[in-house]
């Protein structure tokens, strides 16, 4: 009975998905099944030729996991799903195999009825061909979807370098931010975003919070501004409150403080907070909002106080 094997790629990079590649070899021995070997070394145009095969002569199937997925559950359960979507192709096809092979030392399997049917093994790729074969369609996958994103965000380089972490990607990211398929769990990307994992928020700080920005949202109001969106949120960064007037569009974080026992609320302004500010501000501008690219983003900061929530201070940072 045949075996299934099993192979990642994408596990380090800064960018991109993370890719699951899946197959079991026709049961006759080809001419190409010699060439098989890992993904890593093999030149480009023997990958593709292969991959042609493989796709043609096999039964195969890809797991994705997106970036905004691996940041939220983190590399080694990402693997797992990746592994699960790409058996579950498999499946669908109902071709037969005696046993899954998986490349490496953990079964990304376990807990699931496959567990008694799977093995690991510590450079698969270059000892048993199915897991070569694996190694190769998941390269040519996510390498040409990293070839289409370099078009969608020519300013990268992720044709050259496929979203690993070159000296170019990071010059790249430091110059232009950080596009949707940036992975901001890993560095720098997490430096550069301010991300955090996810914490509950309770529902009175959701309340207090919301009713500072709209203090402010009517304060700025009366100074003239045309408020545009409040408590703007995404999965990787939100803004308080974002306002425009005459041919400036404002970006302002809003601090609360119940007294000043503990400080000022603008006290909360650190550095890391600043590097955070920046970057939501670029994404907004770059990948939601590029109507307003002609404007002059600032950053402003705003302090709200007290029980009757009175505004301390209000003023740009940049």
Known sequence: MPILGIDEVGRGPLAGP?????????????????????????????????????????????????????????????????????????????TPFSQIIIDGNINFLANTPLEKHTSTCIKGDAKIREISAASIIAKVARDHYMI???????DYGFDKHVGYGTKAHRDAI????????????????????????????????????????????EYLKSKGHTIIEQNHKTPYYEIDLISVKDDKIYFTEVKYRKNSIHGN??????????????????????FKHSEFKNYQPLLAVASVTGLNYQIQTWFPLS
């Not at 289409?148 to 020519?154: E, F, I, W």
């Not at 110059?175 to 928020?201: A, D, M, V, Y």
Request: charged share 25%; proline share 5%; hydrophobic share 35%.
């Open 265 to 286: 609320g603008i006290d909360a302004i650190t550095t890391a907070k600043l590097n955070q500010m920046h970057f939501a501000t670029k994404s907004y501008l770059k």
């Open 148 to 154: 289409t994103l370099a078009t969608k965000y020519p």
């Open 174 to 217: 430091y110059k232009h931010g950080l596009t949707p398929e940036h992975r901001r769990s890993f560095e720098p990307c997490k430096s550069i975003s301010g991300f955090t994992t996810p914490t509950k928020i309770t529902k009175n700080t959701t309340k207090t919070g919301q009713r500072a920005e709209s203090t402010v949202a």
């Open 18 to 94: 993370l890719v699951i590649g899946a197959v079991i070899l026709p049961p006759n021995e080809r001419p190409w099944f010699s060439d098989l070997k890992d993904s890593k070394k093999l030149t480009t145009k023997k990958r593709e030729t292969l991959n042609e095969l493989i796709l043609a002569e096999s039964t195969t199937g890809l797991g994705w996991v997106a970036a905004e997925e691996l940041d939220k559950f983190g590399i080694t359960e990402s693997l797992k799903l990746a592994t699960r979507r790409a058996v579950k192709q498999i499946q669908s096809l109902h």
